[in-house]
T-cell receptor, first 114, second 117 residues
């Protein structure tokens, strides 16, 4: 079945450490997105990519970096510059033109700083 | 720029009650799409419905119904005879048919629905 796979489901990071969250899709979608969700809060856009080898900053890109070397993959790195990284991270993908179902979401990665 | 407002941050009902989740949107585009997603405790957002701006017909799917009114820029979601399994966070979202917008979804802040037995 097609879908989006995010890994790991839970991730613990020490202060000052960089960590990378994986997002892989086999839906043949061109666009991919990363969102951050804090407890009791809505979704905030971190980065998005409309096409391979291109990506754009979202509303809260500081302290994060991404790459889009393959259509299927859009990893997110949380760097040590991100002062408050504890949150739930959601990856999504879509076809151009939003498509019938808007975005397809992964199951998320819960990142905790220890 | 687009904006979606879900004024109700939390709603608590007793099972079998009807409940309406409000969604108000803002956009200058004439062609746009509205969505509702459900986020159960597991975390993944699940698509519920999509509506385009030219279709104001209300939709019913089982216990779920949606009321789209362009005159008030609202796209409200009603659950009839709520059940405990309906407990989740519900997000309303908007996208516009614009190359510049990049087909981005703008999300509301979400409404947490708690259905008590």
């Amino acid at each position: 079945d097609g879908g989006i796979t995010q890994s790991p489901k839970y991730l613990f990071r020490k202060e000052g450490q960089n960590v990378t969250l994986s997002c892989e899709q086999n839906l043949n979608h061109d666009a991919m997105y990363w969102y951050r969700q804090d407890p009791g809060q809505g979704l905030r856009l971190i980065y998005y990519s409309q096409i391979v080898n291109d990506f754009q900053k979202g509303d809260i890109a500081e302290g994060y970096s991404v790459s889009r070397e393959k259509k299927e993959s859009f990893p997110l790195t949380v760097t040590s510059a991100q002062k408050n990284p504890t949150a739930f991270y959601l990856c999504a993908s879509s076809k151009p033109g939003t498509g019938r179902r808007g975005y397809t979401f992964g199951s998320g990665t819960r990142l905790t700083v220890v | 720029a687009q904006k979606v407002t879900q004024a109700q941050t939390e709603i608590s009902v007793v099972e079998k009650e009807d409940v309406t989740l409000d969604c108000v949107y803002e956009t200058r585009d004439t062609t746009y799409y509205l969505f509702w997603y459900k986020q159960p405790p597991s975390g993944e957002l699940v698509f519920l419905i999509r509506r385009n701006s030219f279709d104001e017909q209300n939709e019913i799917s089982g216990r779920y119904s949606w009321n789209f009114q362009k005159s008030t820029s609202s796209f409200n979601f009603t659950i009839t005879a709520s059940q405990v399994v309906d407990s989740a966070v519900y997000f309303c979202a908007l996208s516009v048919n614009s190359v510049n917008a990049g087909n981005m979804l703008t999300f509301g802040g979400g409404t947490r629905l708690m259905v008590k037995p």
